[in-house]
């Protein structure tokens, strides 16, 4: 999805395709259109394949992902402000697909999640302070991933998910 500064939010993953040139492009330069319930990156008219970095005002990247064909393919990176990594997800044609980690900003592990073909399968949880979530039971694509407010360590939310599907409660 775009933001109104020109910058991707956390809908981006990247991964070359073999025998692919190579182009890089940072992401105020691409347009996003939202075609069959999928957003499509395009550069200069065409669907986009290659690589997407920003960087902050002070030129350390925080955003790194891959596109082909205009989709989100591969591995997707995001990090704080600080340097440390604040995501790792991986996507192919456009879907969540395999492993993603998410860290809070001290470095600690907040989450790591599994994805088929779009769909949360699993999901383990971790407090600020690294202790596991135990309320957190996403297994098979049913239950309840619990999201924590790393500033006071209240629960933030609870997201429900069935069929690997998130809905509200």
């Known amino acids: 999805k775009w933001e109104g500064s020109g910058l991707l939010t956390l809908t981006c993953g990247g ?9 890089t492009v940072m992401s105020d330069q691409l347009e996003c259109k939202e075609e069959g319930g999928e957003d499509v990156y395009y550069h200069e008219g065409k669907p986009f394949t290659g690589r997407v970095k920003d960087f902050d005002k002070n030129r350390q990247k925080f955003h790194a992902c891959n596109l082909n064909e205009g989709l989100l393919d591969g591995l997707w990176v995001t990090w704080h402000n600080n340097g440390n990594k604040e995501n790792a997800l991986f996507w192919s044609k456009g879907s969540m697909h395999g492993r993603s980690t998410h860290w809070y900003k001290k470095g ?3 989450r790591e ?12 949880v971790w407090k600020p302070n690294g202790e596991r979530c135990p309320d957190t039971n996403v297994k098979d ?4 991933m619990v999201v924590y407010d790393v500033h006071s360590w209240p ?10 599907k998130y809905v509200e409660d």
């Open 141 to 144: 694509g049913n239950g309840v």
């Open 108 to 110: 600690i592990k907040e």
């Open 155 to 164: 629960v933030l939310c609870r997201l429900a998910y069935k069929d690997g």
């Open 113 to 124: 999640e599994h994805w088929e073909n779009g769909k949360l399968m699993s999901a383990e």
């Open 15 to 23: 991964g070359l395709v073999r025998g692919m040139k190579e182009r």
